[in-house]
Structures are given as C-alpha cells and as structure tokens.
C-alpha cells in the first residue's frame, strides 16, 4: 500500500511571474491577498548561460505568512497572477535576497536594491538593513565621525530624527557605538595632552 507523501510547508514561498503574461494590475492583487509580500527589481538583462540569449523579464516574488502553508496553497493563491509555475520554499531569506539583485554573483547582471517592490505591511526597511547590517554599520560609523558626535545622546538622537531603521540597528548594537564613542573621547582628551 502506497503512502502518501506530505506536502512541503512553509510560512515562506518564493514565486515568479514573468512581465509578459503577469496582468498590468498584478501589485494591486498582491495587495488584495493581505499577505506580506516583497517583489525583485525586474530581471530583464538575464542572459542564458547557455544559449547567451535573453531570459524573459520576469519578478521574483516572496510571500511571507503567519502560518505554514503548502505548495498547492500558495499556487492557488497566486492563480490569478496567470499561474506562476515556480513556487518554492524559502530557505533563507538573505539568500533570496542576494538573488533579487544578484548581490553575491558578479557574473550576472546586478539589479538596483531601490527598485525592490513591497507591501502588506512588509517592513522593507527593517529586511534591507538585516541583509546589509555590515553597510548599515559602516553608516553609522561615518555618520559618527562626520557629525563629530562624541556623546551616545548625540547619534541616538539623530538617527531617531533622520533614519528609524539606523536608530534600530543603533540601539541593537549599543555597546559597541558606546565604546567607539568612549574611545574618540578618549583620543580627544589624549590629542590635548
């Protein structure tokens, strides 16, 4: 006796639709379906590695649930996108993310990180800033050095002014930009000796 065998579920599915069969209004249906979403810039410089020609333009699409859904599911949910075809699981985030603009591929055409397309409440700026937090910390530093800020007080109240996602990976990262600020006073107070 044949079992059958499970369906895969996630509360993360990655999809693709291509620009000439998704429908004109296709970010508007996303919309409709209440569902966090996150869209790639279009991939329309893709070539084939092995014939050299074009891909057809096409988004990747990421749908991010509260609960575990399965394939058929999501596939349901995405029919009147015209049917992607491609539906997976996603495995990692910063993986999915590095394959919207082919961050981590030289070899292939990279894609803008501002024309990334998100909705439903997806918090676009907090996912940006996990994905890159090195940059962000770079940021940070040179905003540091920049402003001349020598107080903790300083940049925590520039960043809540400026740039909420910088306040968040700020306050997440607190004792090291204590200690960073900590040492230019004390090189300040060492240059006037």
């Keep these: 006796m ?31 379906k209440h569902v966090p979403y996150i869209i790639s810039p279009l991939h329309n410089l893709d070539v084939n590695s092995e014939t050299g020609e074009l891909k057809k333009a096409h988004w ?27 539906i997976e699981v996603v495995h990692s985030p910063k993986g999915m993310y590095d394959y919207f603009v082919h961050a981590e591929n030289p ?7 501002e024309d990334i397309i998100s909705g439903c409440g997806f ?12 940059d962000f910390i770079a940021k940070i530093i040179d905003l540091i050095e920049e402003n001349d800020f020598m107080e903790f007080r ?5 960043a809540r002014k400026e740039n909420m996602q910088l306040l ?22 060492d240059d006037e000796k």
């Design 154 to 158: 300083q940049l925590v109240f520039y």
């Design 60 to 86: 990747h699409g990421c749908l991010f649930f509260e609960s575990l859904k399965s394939q058929s599911q999501v596939s349901e949910l995405l029919s009147d996108l015209n049917g992607p075809k491609y």
């Design 123 to 134: 918090n676009l700026g907090k996912f940006l800033s996990e994905q890159d937090e090195d």
């Design 107 to 113: 070899d292939k055409t990279p894609y803008e990180v």
């Design 2 to 32: 044949k079992t059958k065998q499970k369906e895969a579920r996630s509360s993360k599915w990655a999809f693709l639709i291509y620009e000439e069969s998704a429908p004109e209004d296709y970010i508007e249906r996303l919309d409709g």
């Design 168 to 189: 968040k990976l700020i306050i997440s990262r607190a004792y090291f930009f204590v200690k960073y600020l900590d040492s230019r006073r004390n090189a300040e107070r």
